[in-house]
């Protein structure tokens, strides 16, 4: 079923990374197999403007799909503001996953820097995709600034760890139920995806989880039917836990047979 994301009509909630992949023709496959319309490239890895990346960029270009240009590895709002700056030049576009990390050891967004990247950033034009954690406070604030999106990690950058905070995140969709939610960054089966989308987020977006696999292709199909399953659950609606068993057959009106004395030969 289609969806609207940044005035764009899409089929496929899945976004997906071009990093990491053992060859650009491996990954050329992976994406068309994922379905993705989105991919995510970096500027500071590959640039078409350079020879180096001119066939990296020529695969990109094939699968004609939406370009998010991200601003990975920036560690403040100026060095953040001048790589999207750089990038809409380079892929004309004005969409931006905007990084700006405050911790090397686990990759997570400075909230600050972020927040003062984002306002910049809105005010040159930018539609903003802000990498984020499921911090409720930052994510309102975001939205404040003028986002129409916000994508709060599973879990650290390339760990797999799936979901570790599933509460906030669904706090997450219920305070913002306006709002674009898409998960990026930790998930590493499709079964996480699953996860996500019956919590009702929007999207998902990754990169490792499928780059990495010992079969990338396989993986991002895996991951393509894993968002359409977990998307199909959440519209459908998910039955709530319970503390105790129910039947699925119910008891009421069911016939009861009994045994005559004579009949069992007293």
């Known amino acids: ?11 496929s909630r899945f976004l997906i990374g071009s990093s990491l992949y053992p060859s650009p023709h491996i990954m050329q496959q992976s994406i068309a197999a994922s ?29 004609n799909c939406h370009i998010l240009p991200n601003t990975a590895g920036c560690y403040s709002a100026k060095d953040a ?83 570790i905070n599933p509460y906030a995140l669904k706090t997450l969709r219920a305070r913002l139920p306006d709002t674009t939610l898409i998960v990026d960054a930790g998930l590493g089966a499709p079964s996480h995806a699953v996860q ?4 009702g987020f929007d999207g998902v977006l990754l990169n490792t989880a499928v780059a990495e696999a010992q079969n990338p292709i396989l993986m991002a199909q ?7 399953a977990g998307r199909s659950g959440f519209e459908a609606g998910v039955i709530q836990q319970r503390d105790l068993a129910k039947p699925s057959t119910p008891v009421l009106g069911t016939p009861f047979w009994h045994q005559d004395k004579d009949d069992r030969g007293g």
């Open 35 to 63: 379905g993705a319309q989105v991919i995510t490239v970096s500027l500071r890895r590959q640039s078409p403007g350079l020879k180096g990346g001119d066939s990296f960029w020529q695969h990109i270009k094939s699968l």
């Open 81 to 163: 503001i001048h790589t999207a700056i750089m990038a809409r030049e380079v892929f004309n576009t004005h969409w931006i996953k905007l990084e700006v990390l405050g911790d090397e050891y686990n990759l997570q967004p400075d909230p600050f820097a972020l927040l003062e990247a984002t306002k910049e950033l809105i005010a040159q034009g930018f539609e903003v995709f802000p990498y984020s954690t499921d911090d409720l406070v930052l994510a309102e604030r975001l939205v404040s600034a003028g986002c129409n999106i916000v994508m709060p990690w599973g879990a650290p950058i390339g760990t797999g760890r799936g979901l």
């Open 222 to 228: 895996a991951f393509r039917d894993g968002i359409a």
């Open 196 to 199: 996500a989308m019956e919590l």
């Open 1 to 11: 079923m289609s969806w609207q994301l940044a005035g764009n009509t899409l089929n």
